[in-house]
Structures are given as C-alpha cells and as structure tokens.
C-alpha cells in the first residue's frame, strides 16, 4: 500500500498576497523600500506637520489633471482660447478638471506658505535640514514660475496683458533682464511662439524639475526625520549673565 | 632578490615602476571616461542650448502696414487722437495686432519729422510695463498702473520710464501707412528716436537715432531736458 501523499490545503487570500509580495520583494526590494519609507518614528506632531503631504497631494493632482486638460489644449496663438472654451463647455467634465487645476493651482501655492511658514517657525530649516530647506526654497521659486507660465495658457485678455506685463517686469532686471524676457517671449516681442514656448515650461521642464526636488526632498525628510516642536530640554537652560552693580 | 628576507619562499613579484609624473592606467581610462562623456554631452548640449538661447539675438522689427484713407484721421478737433487698429501679420492675429493714436495737428506737411508734420502717431504701448494708454483731452493714461503722459507722449506722472513710442509714417495714395516704430527719449535736451526697446527698459543711448529738432522746443521753450528727467509744464 502506498503511503497517501496529503493534498496541501489551498492557500488562504492572505497567503496568496504574502506570496505576491514576496515574489515582488525577492526580486525589487520595493516593499521593504515601501515600509522602511512609510512606518518611520516620528515625534509628536500634530496638525501643522500634514502641510507638506497637502502639498505633495495638490502636485499629483495638478500633474493629473493637467495631463488630461493636455489631452485637449491646443498651445497656439488661434487655437488656444477656443480650445480652453470647449473644455470648459462642451467637454465631458471638462469643467471639473479645469476647475480643479485651476483651484488646485491657487491651494498648491498657499499650502508652499503655511508650509514655508510652519518650516520657519519650527527652526526646521536649521542644522542638519540646511539641504531640505534648500531644495523646498527651489521649489518655491519654480512653482512661482508654473504659476506665471500657466497663468497665460487661458489665453483671454487678462491673462494675455498680466503676462505682458510680467515679462517686461522680468526685462528691466539688470543686465540680464531683457535676455530673460526675450528667452521668455521667444523673441523680441509677442509672438507666435510665445505661448507654445510657455506651455513647453509650464508641461514639460518645470514639473519636471519640480518633480525630480521633491524627490530629494523627501529622500532628506525620510533621511533626516521629521522635526519636533522646538523646545529646549531642561539641562540646556541658559544661564542669565549676572547683574553687577556698578558702583 | 637582494630584498627578501632570508628564509622566506615568497616570489617576490615587484610592480614595474613607472616615473613619478606619469598616469596610471585607472586614472588614464577615468580621465578618457570623463572626456568622452562630456564631449557626447557637448555634442547634443551645446545645439539645443543654441535652439533655445537663439531669440536672445533678434531684434524687433516692424511690418509696415496700412491705416486706411487719411480722410479718417483728420476730422479732430482739440486733442482726440483717433485710434487706428493694425495687424502686423495676418497669418498671426492674435499676436501682431496693435492700436495706434494718430493726432491730427491741422497742419499739412506729410514729412513725419517735420515740425508742421500734419500727423504724430504714438504707440500706445505704456512704457512701464507695456499695459496699453487710453487717449484723453490731457493726453494719455494706463489703467494698469496710473501712468499719465501729455499730449505729446511725454510722461507727467506715475511709473513709466520715458515718453511713449512713435510710430514713422507716410502717406501714399492718400492711405495713412506706419512704416517703423521708434522709442523716444531726451538725449541733449532734444527728444531722439532710438531703435525700439521693450516698456519698462532705457533706450540705448549709443544706437543710430534720429533727433527732433522742435518738439520740446515749441512746448517748454524753458526747459531744458535731461535724459529720464520728467518736464514739468510751467
């Protein structure tokens, strides 16, 4: 009689998704990059420490729906203004996905200040967050410029003459002013390639410079821990010069 | 042989010595890495920054264009420049048009320079920031940042930075044409025409230019200009 080879019980879901990860795992190293990144100690935070996951979260927003409003946009002199009203009339939703660029633009830079802000006031840019404050500054600076190059793709009166005006703001910069405004307008005045040159900034080379400073931002917040509340512990008390009574 | 210790089995293997000044082979093929990569980058990088830096080179130019029969312009009185709309380029609509203010002096001479010109076309491009100036009774004003001029495109108040551009004209087959664009500022106390530059930046004062001769002589004879200097009527 041969001995009766047992029939392993089918694996349950949960052995089948620990299966899964362990295949991934064995062969990427993803979920452990996944966990060391996502359960880290943290000090006690509280409310004001979510500001930059807003953030983060504004920027996968705005790189979604302007990847769809793309899908649309037609960056040119004659086609853009109508392109952006059937959007926002006769498309699909369109209305909502510009609606929530559009929002999303104005939240994105109000939560760069709070978040600037709560930076500040924590003395969270000091010692050894020198690089994160850095990185977060240039960030800034860049979304300043998505707001600037986007701020024109609408392509109606007021966003055509406030980028005018920004432009020539930008050309009476010393010495180098009028080289960015001419590198801006893609000539020497307004033109027809203005607007493509600005689209080119606003979809292609900012994100993407914003994209790849996030990264080594949050490659330093993970590095360098989150930064608790200032306080100065007991033994550091600084001791008051002592008053001498001049005689 | 003479170096190794008595006893010892080891082969003594000695690496041949190169001089002193000379590279050594991981630093050599480093260097080569380095070199070669850079100049694979040069080769793509230094055209596409050409491709993107080129419009730092160009200069404005003007088209000229037609404002249409002059009978249109001549029936002002005072001062109420008409405004004459234009399209640079008809294929680009949206972004060569411009509006011009011609002023009708009610004199006759069709010489743009001439001090009995009968027309003085003004851009009507703020120098400040390049917002465009509605005409008035006074002369001119921006609504973006309360630049004012005078009648004669000279600033009186606010924020620009020189008189309004003017626009060379002629007239041919009794039609009103602009034929160039100048920026206008002092220079010696007389206002000169200098190659157009962007609202908001100075003129260059070393470029070709033409001089105007009367205009602020015949309206502040007192006066004499410096160049940015703001004339105060009296």
């Not at chain 1, 359960?39 to 996968?60: A, D, M, Q, Y």
């Not at chain 2, 850079?38 to 404005?60: K, S």
């Not at chain 2, 703020?126 to 309360?146: E, K, R, S």
Request: net charge neutral; hydrophobic share 45%; aromatic share 12%.
């Amino acid at each position: 009689m041969p001995l009766p080879i047992p029939i392993p019980p089918p694996p349950s879901p949960k052995q089948m998704v620990l299966a899964t990860e362990d295949w991934i795992e064995y062969r990427t190293g993803f979920p452990t990059l996944v966990r060391k990144f996502l359960f880290r100690k943290v000090p006690p935070t509280g409310w004001f420490h979510t500001l930059g996951s807003s953030l983060l979260t504004v920027f996968i927003l705005q790189a979604t729906t302007g990847m769809l409003l793309a899908m649309t946009y037609d960056p040119s002199p004659n086609g853009a203004y109508e392109s952006i009203r059937y959007i926002t009339d006769y498309q699909t939703l369109g209305w909502l996905m510009r609606g929530m660029h559009k929002w999303g633009a104005s939240m994105m830079v109000i939560l760069l200040f709070l978040h600037m802000g709560r930076t500040f006031f924590y003395g969270a840019y000091k010692y050894p967050r020198e690089m994160t404050w850095l990185t977060g500054s240039l960030i800034f600076v860049l979304t300043m410029a998505m707001g600037l190059t986007g701020y024109l793709l609408v392509w109606d009166q007021r966003a055509y003459w406030a980028s005018v005006v920004a432009v020539n703001i930008n050309g009476t910069a010393p010495v180098l002013g009028p080289f960015i405004s001419k590198f801006l307008l893609a000539g020497p005045v307004f033109g027809a390639q203005t607007i493509s040159r600005f689209y080119a900034l606003h979809m292609l080379l900012i994100p993407g410079a914003i994209g790849a400073l996030i990264f080594v931002h949050m490659w330093l917040v993970v590095k360098l821990g989150v930064t608790p509340w200032p306080s100065r512990p007991p033994e550091e008390e600084v001791e008051l010069p002592q008053m001498v009574e001049s005689v | 042989m003479a170096d190794t210790p008595a006893g010892s089995h080891a082969h003594a293997y000695t690496a041949p010595q190169a001089p002193d000044s000379a590279v050594t082979r991981g630093q050599f093929l480093t260097l080569s890495s380095v070199g070669l990569g850079a100049m694979i980058g040069a080769v793509i990088g230094v055209p596409a920054t050409a491709y993107v830096l080129a419009p730092l080179t160009d200069e404005v130019k003007f088209e000229e264009v037609n404002l249409g029969p002059t009978a249109n312009f001549t029936k002002e009185s005072g001062f109420a420049p008409t405004a004459a709309t234009y399209v640079e380029d008809p294929s680009n609509p949206n972004t060569s048009a411009g509006l011009a203010w011609v002023h009708s002096t009610g004199k006759s001479n069709t010489d743009w320079l001439a001090s009995d010109a009968m027309f003085v076309v003004f851009s009507n491009r703020c120098m400040h920031l390049g917002c465009p100036v509605a005409a008035n009774a006074g002369g001119f004003a921006c609504p973006c940042h309360g630049g004012v001029y005078n009648t004669e495109g000279i600033r009186t108040g606010g924020p620009p930075i020189r008189p309004l551009d003017r626009f060379e004209w002629k007239i041919e087959n009794d039609d009103l044409k602009l034929t160039n664009r100048w920026s206008v500022d002092f220079l010696n106390g007389k206002l000169t025409y200098f190659p157009v530059k962007m609202p908001g930046q100075p003129v260059d004062l070393g470029a070709p230019s033409i001089v105007n001769d009367h205009i602020p002589d015949l309206l502040y004879p007192n006066v004499t200009y410096q160049h940015g200097a703001v004339p105060k009527p009296h």
